[in-house]
């Protein structure tokens, strides 16, 4: 019997969006995996210093959870294309649903992931303290209680926008694969031919510019809107990919 009743955009988008965060746990567990490997790696040090004269001898070790969080883009990178793929693409099919919908719970579904894993990126540096703490490493401390949360508020809001930008590269990678699995050979032949001609000629340094473009932007400010302008233009164009997708029977 065919129901009358007409579906709301933003109700089947808010229980695709809740059936995903159930059912896409394991995603969640993989990041826990990574982290504390990540972490694990850490230990070897961001860098040191040492100072000593003839009767004492200083060494210092810096650390930082930079390794957790390039893991934690990984991860936000390789979910969003698992995301796109037919397997998970057909879970949608369980409601009443198109293109838009499907693409719209996606996006906030990593919107969600981002903003988990770059919290708990950067909060890694403190159980990193903890456990050296434990391992009898003495810890030096340079800042205040106000200059601390300041950072901490700056460096999960910048974490957020990287792990962001990482879910919706993978986002729109993975729909180019599933438009025609010819990208899959494609796109690392021009990731690194253009990094190899880009040194070889010295000219045409595409991923140079866009990697110095994205990332080496002093202004919070500005980091921020090139990210979102970016992520922006990344999803609008994985929607008008799967747009071009064969339609499920």
Known sequence: ???LSKANLMDVVKRQYVFKLKSYIQVFMTLVVLQLLAILFSFNGAGMMGSSNASVEVDIQFY???IVVVFTML???ITAILITTKAYRNDDFAFVTN???SNLSNMIFLLTASILGATLAILSSYLMKVMMYFLGQQLVNTTNV???SVELLLGITATIFYVLLASALGYFVGMLVQLNKIFIVLIPVLFFGSLFLGEVSGKGKFVTAAFEFLFMEHSLLLFIVKIIITVGFLFTSA???SNRMEVRP
């Open 75 to 77: 991860w936000a990178f």
């Open 64 to 66: 930082s959870a930079d």
């Open 239 to 241: 929607f008008v990919l």
């Open 1 to 3: 019997m065919m129901s």
């Open 146 to 148: 106000t200059s601390v």
């Open 99 to 101: 293109r838009l919908s």
